[in-house]
C-alpha cells in the first residue's frame, strides 16, 4: 500500500492547534500534501511542522499569512520543484512537486473565483496557463499524482447545492468544461470517483449557518493521476470525526507495487 493524504489547512498553525499533527501521526501516510499553509517556514518553530519520520518541504506565498503549500514525504525525494514559470502560481507558493524514482506527487493549490470579479479572472488566468502544464507533464517518463484543491467541482454529485449554485464560482460551466477536457483529452483520472459513486461525500463546507452539521458541502479536494495510474487506487477515506479546518483531509491508498 502506498498512502497519499491531502489537505487544505486553510493555515497550518491554526490546524495545529485544532490536532491535525496528532491525527497524521496515526495514519502512516508516505506522502502528505497541505494547501493554503498561511505561514512563512520560519515561523513553523514547532517540532509538529516537522512530523517525525518525514522529509519536510514548503513553499511560501511572498505575502504573509496567504496561500502556500507544503509536502512531507517519507522517501526521500530525488528533486522538488517549486516555480512553473509564470503567476499567480509561483510569487503565492501554490505548486510544490516532489520527484521520486518512477513517479511525482504535486501539491497544489488553485485560486478561488468567489470573493470578486477581479478573483475570478486570476483563477480563469491559472486555469488558462496549467492546462498546457499538465499536458506537458505527459511527456515526461514517469507517473504523477496531483493533490489539490481544486476549487471547483466537476458534477453534481459532487455538490450539495448544485442547483443554486451554477451561477457560482466553483460550479461554474466553463470551470467545469475545464475539468472536462483535463479528463476527457489529457486522460487524468480522478481515483476517489473511479471508486466510488456515492453521492454526499463532500470535503469543504462554509462557516456559515450549519453547513457542516448538515454536510451541505463541495467535493473541492481531490486527486487526479496521469493514464497510467488509472485504476491504481485501492481505498480512500475523508475524514471528519474531527475538524480541523474548513476543508477534511483526503486519503487514497494505491497499490505500491506500481509505486516506487
Given at each position: 500500500?502506498?498512502?497519499?493524504?491531502?489537505?487544505?489547512?486553510?493555515?497550518?498553525?491554526a490546524a495545529q492547534r485544532k490536532g491535525?499533527?496528532?491525527?497524521?501521526?496515526?495514519?502512516?501516510?508516505?506522502?502528505?500534501?497541505?494547501?493554503?499553509?498561511?505561514?512563512?517556514e520560519h515561523q513553523l518553530t514547532?517540532?509538529?511542522?516537522?512530523?517525525?519520520?518525514?522529509?519536510?518541504?514548503?513553499?511560501?506565498?511572498?505575502?504573509?499569512?496567504?496561500?502556500?503549500?507544503?509536502?512531507?514525504?517519507?522517501?526521500?525525494?530525488?528533486?522538488?520543484?517549486?516555480?512553473?514559470?509564470?503567476?499567480?502560481?509561483?510569487?503565492?507558493?501554490?505548486?510544490?512537486?516532489?520527484?521520486?524514482?518512477?513517479?511525482?506527487?504535486?501539491?497544489?493549490?488553485?485560486?478561488?473565483?468567489?470573493?470578486?470579479?477581479?478573483?475570478?479572472?486570476?483563477?480563469?488566468?491559472?486555469?488558462?496557463?496549467?492546462?498546457?502544464?499538465?499536458?506537458?507533464?505527459?511527456?515526461?517518463?514517469?507517473?504523477?499524482?496531483?493533490?489539490?484543491?481544486?476549487?471547483?467541482?466537476?458534477?453534481?454529485?459532487?455538490?450539495?447545492?448544485?442547483?443554486?449554485?451554477?451561477?457560482?464560482?466553483?460550479?461554474?460551466?466553463?470551470?467545469?468544461?475545464?475539468?472536462?477536457?483535463?479528463?476527457?483529452?489529457?486522460?487524468?483520472?480522478?481515483?476517489?470517483?473511479?471508486?466510488?459513486?456515492?453521492?454526499?461525500?463532500?470535503?469543504?463546507?462554509?462557516?456559515?449557518?450549519?453547513?457542516?452539521?448538515?454536510?451541505?458541502?463541495?467535493?473541492?479536494?481531490?486527486?487526479?493521476?496521469?493514464?497510467?495510474?488509472?485504476?491504481?487506487?485501492?481505498?480512500?477515506?475523508?475524514?471528519?470525526?474531527?475538524?480541523?479546518?474548513?476543508?477534511?483531509?483526503?486519503?487514497?491508498?494505491?497499490?505500491?507495487?506500481?509505486?516506487?
Open positions: 500500500m502506498y498512502r497519499v493524504i491531502t489537505c487544505n489547512t486553510n493555515g497550518i498553525r491535525f499533527f496528532e491525527w497524521l501521526a496515526a495514519q502512516d501516510a508516505d506522502v502528505v500534501c497541505i494547501q493554503e499553509t498561511k505561514a512563512q514547532d517540532d509538529a511542522f516537522r512530523p517525525k519520520g518525514y522529509h519536510c518541504f514548503y513553499n511560501d506565498a511572498e505575502r504573509k499569512g496567504y496561500s502556500g503549500t507544503a509536502l512531507y514525504s517519507k522517501e526521500e525525494p530525488s528533486a522538488i520543484q517549486t516555480k512553473v514559470g509564470w503567476e499567480p502560481v509561483d510569487s503565492e507558493g501554490r505548486y510544490l512537486r516532489a520527484d521520486f524514482d518512477n513517479h511525482s506527487v504535486v501539491s497544489l493549490y488553485v485560486p478561488s473565483g468567489s470573493s470578486n470579479e477581479a478573483a475570478q479572472g486570476r483563477k480563469d488566468i491559472f486555469m488558462e496557463h496549467f492546462y498546457p502544464h499538465l499536458e506537458a507533464l505527459l511527456e515526461q517518463d514517469r507517473e504523477f499524482i496531483l493533490c489539490a484543491d481544486w476549487n471547483t467541482c466537476y458534477q453534481n454529485l459532487d455538490i450539495k447545492n448544485w442547483r443554486t449554485n451554477q451561477k457560482n464560482s466553483g460550479f461554474l460551466p466553463h470551470e467545469r468544461d475545464w475539468l472536462d477536457r483535463i479528463y476527457k483529452n489529457l486522460g487524468y483520472v480522478d481515483v476517489f470517483r473511479q471508486m466510488t459513486e456515492e453521492p454526499d461525500l463532500y470535503t469543504w463546507w462554509s462557516n456559515r449557518g450549519q453547513a457542516w452539521a448538515n454536510n451541505v458541502g463541495w467535493r473541492l479536494d481531490y486527486m487526479l493521476v496521469t493514464p497510467g495510474l488509472a485504476g491504481s487506487a485501492t481505498d480512500f477515506a475523508i475524514y471528519r470525526d474531527e475538524r480541523f479546518s474548513d476543508h477534511a483531509p483526503v486519503t487514497i491508498d494505491f497499490v505500491s507495487s506500481i509505486l516506487k
